[in-house]
């Protein structure tokens, strides 16, 4: 690919430095048969001045071979000005058309480094649970011991398996897709209602109490959208969050925008980690703990997404003294 770009970056500097080149071109005959015409104008003799001119110059055919080396000569320079002119439009003209191709290229070359590097990420995410099963079916296979049972075993396994997988795949979908969201005043009190009972199964497991104080405010976006997006962030806080702990939601209004907060009693992120919790892939298990959370580090990328669908924003910092992690996400009022 680098080689694709540097080629590319070439065709395209010499076609900017052709078209430069070009335009000085005409430019300079322009300025070349202006001068020219000039200089015949202003060493013209005029019949006034004929006599005078006679007795300095003792004759008329003196004068004017006078008047033709002058008109030579300023010719000569004119010319000579020009040439340089142009070689010095040749040289910084290819300099300024590569830096300006290179800028022309860059988030070009940066989208295909990110769709080449997503690509293989999620390749390596879906190999994963295929090896997995692979691996259990044939050791089932071999197993001359095998019962009913242990197949059923098996079969639950892999059944989970490919609910991550199709897990995966319904989250890469979502990232993939480019249409606009359509919005329109929505219940900000209501998606955190959803999205709150979305994540009560998982919290009750660990006796986690998810407190909502989220009031009746308006929100411009798309209620489905906000709502996974708000359950991806409870669900993360879940995860990490130890046994018995509080997850917290509140909203307040601040000018024409809303900031709401989901707030844990997680272990915090570390500070190299925090600038790339919402890389896609990124693993918060990495960041956050050494506990072992599955994943595929794709939620927090597209909560991002969504966000930012909406004219939003979304951050997370730590809590004081390291007791948890805030997630603030701003929103347009309706």
């Not at 000569?76 to 290229?105: P, W």
């Not at 072992?292 to 939620?299: E, F, I, T």
């Amino acid at each position: 690919m680098k080689n694709l770009f540097q080629s590319t970056t070439l065709q395209l500097t010499a076609w900017y430095t052709l078209i430069l080149m070009v335009i000085s071109l005409i430019f300079s005959i322009v300025v070349f048969q202006v001068s020219y015409s000039e200089l015949q104008y202003g060493f013209r003799v005029s019949p006034g001045t004929q006599a005078q001119n006679f007795f300095e110059f003792g004759d008329l055919g003196t004068l004017e071979s006078w008047r033709n080396d002058r008109i030579q000569e300023s010719k000569s320079h004119l010319i000579g000005s020009l040439v340089l002119f142009n070689v010095f439009v040749l040289a910084a003209g290819a300099a300024g058309s590569y830096m300006l191709a290179r800028r022309t290229l860059k988030p070009v070359e940066e989208a295909m480094q990110v769709q080449a590097r997503f690509s293989s990420d999620a390749a390596h995410e879906l190999r994963t649970p295929l090896t997995v099963m692979q691996s259990e079916i044939e050791v089932g296979l071999r197993s001359k011991e095998s019962s009913k049972a242990g197949y059923g075993e098996l079969l639950r396994s892999n059944l989970e398996e490919i609910q991550h997988m199709r897990t995966l795949t319904d989250r890469l979908l979502l990232l993939a897709n480019q249409n606009e969201l359509s919005m329109q005043p929505t219940s900000l009190e209501q998606i955190a209602i959803e999205a709150m009972n979305r994540g009560i199964p998982l919290a009750q497991k660990k006796h986690i109490e998810i407190q909502n104080d989220i009031g009746p405010i308006q929100v411009n976006g798309n209620a489905d959208s906000l709502t996974d997006t708000l359950y991806i962030l409870i669900d993360n806080a879940i995860k990490y969050c130890p046994r018995k702990s509080l997850i917290k939601l509140t909203a307040a209004k601040k000018g024409h925008r809303v900031e709401l907060r989901i707030r844990d009693n997680g272990p915090g992120i570390t500070a190299d980690d925090l600038p790339h919790i919402f890389d896609r892939f990124y693993r918060a298990d990495m960041s956050r703990s050494n506990q072992n959370v599955s994943g595929h580090g794709l939620g927090l990328s597209i909560a991002q997404r969504v966000i930012k669908a909406h004219d939003g924003t979304i951050s997370a910092k730590n809590n004081a003294r390291g007791k948890g992690v805030t997630f603030l996400i701003t929103l347009p009022l309706a």
